[in-house]
């Protein structure tokens, strides 16, 4: 039997993982959400793969027997293609990982040219080769690792407005590239991303790129697998103040704080 009270439990690198929460919130309002982040560690996309796994699997266990969640969602491109599989086998909870959006995108596009941001470890991956391999054949995927938007994104949450520059800089890593001038989707992998998709297209129209250019993530796709997962499944007639975790301290929050009550996330502590 699973309690009502049985929350949901949201992970990221950062705060990357509101941009999957937001959605997951929108067909299942009345959910618990524990968010957790692991700020202690972020950076992800500038670790190695052993490093990552380590912290996912450890930070997960840890936040798993204190608040016994129903489901885990990894919203992290760079946890989830790299120890997904790990959290899988050590974890008795069903985990929703979130990968590069590489199969919509190429349905989507029309010129055949498709551009990936991601972070450095992301972009590197051979799951990344597999997805490309099933989802993209005939088409051109150009990748472009863009570290910076991670704490662009960070940045605005705060209240904070981003340098122009990191927008335009990203941009042009794939634009610049062979046949980049064609690209008509661009897969923002990470999902700090979405946080700064206005800036991002912004500095597309900048650079002279399609004018009908879309952006692609895993969100939607993301909450509809968690609908499914846990269909049937009761839930309080209310919902809860949401918590917000973190493996740093609680005073590195307090910038974020009213970003994050816009998620009802008003409870905020440090693991």
Known sequence: ????????????????????LAKILKVLPQAPIVYSADYAGLPYGEKSEIEVATRVCAFLGRLSERYRPRLVVIACNTASTIALAHARAVLGVPIVGTVPAIKPAAEQTQSGVIGLLGTKA??????????????????TLLRHASPDLVAAAEAKLRGETPDPAIFA?????L????????????????????????????ASKVAGL???LGFVDGSDGIARRVFYL????????????????????VEQIEPYRSALERYNL?????L
Request: aromatic content about 6%.
């Open 175 to 202: 634009a610049s590239q062979p046949q980049g001038d064609r690209i008509d989707e661009i897969i923002l992998g990470c999902t700090h991303f979405p946080l700064v998709q206005e800036e991002l297209a912004m």
């Open 122 to 139: 992301t972009i590197r991956q051979a799951y990344v080769d597999k997805l490309e391999a099933e989802h993209a054949g005939g088409k």
């Open 1 to 20: 039997m699973i309690s009502p009270e049985a929350p949901i439990l949201v992970f990221d690198s950062g705060i990357g993982g509101l941009s999957v």
């Open 230 to 249: 846990t269909e049937g499944q009761p839930w309080p007639d209310s919902p809860a103040a949401g918590i917000f975790v973190s493996t740093g301290p």
């Open 210 to 212: 399609d004018e009908n």
């Open 169 to 173: 800089a990203a941009i042009a890593g």
């Open 266 to 270: 008003t409870q905020i502590m440090s």
